[in-house]
């Protein structure tokens, strides 16, 4: 007999309060990014998005992975590279 116990990981209770048209801001820059277009390009992230950047949640894609809306257009960003910007901060 087997027991399997899920819990959620830690980043994925912090990204729980994300939802579309939320306020975002980078923690850490991703090395590549994914365009959010019909036919998507992946670019090595060379200062496009930076620590301190932000953006607004568009869609929500599989496996914690998100459209944001920055002012260079629309990328594919996995959760972990960005948390939500609290307008109290």
């Known amino acids: 007999m087997f027991a399997i ?3 959620a990981s830690e980043s994925s209770s912090s990204n729980s309060k994300l939802e579309i048209g939320s306020a975002i801001i980078f923690v850490d820059a991703p090395q590549t990014i994914k365009t ?3 036919i998507p390009c992946l670019r ?3 200062g496009f998005v930076k620590p301190g950047d932000v953006g607004r949640i568009v869609a929500r894609k599989p ?3 998100w459209a944001v809306r ?3 257009g629309t990328y594919l960003i996995d959760g972990k590279h960005f948390k939500p910007l609290d ?3």
């Open 5 to 7: 116990k899920c819990e």
């Open 36 to 38: 959010a277009t019909s």
């Open 44 to 46: 090595v992230n060379t």
């Open 63 to 65: 496996k914690d992975v």
């Open 70 to 72: 920055l002012t260079m």
């Open 87 to 89: 307008i109290d901060e």
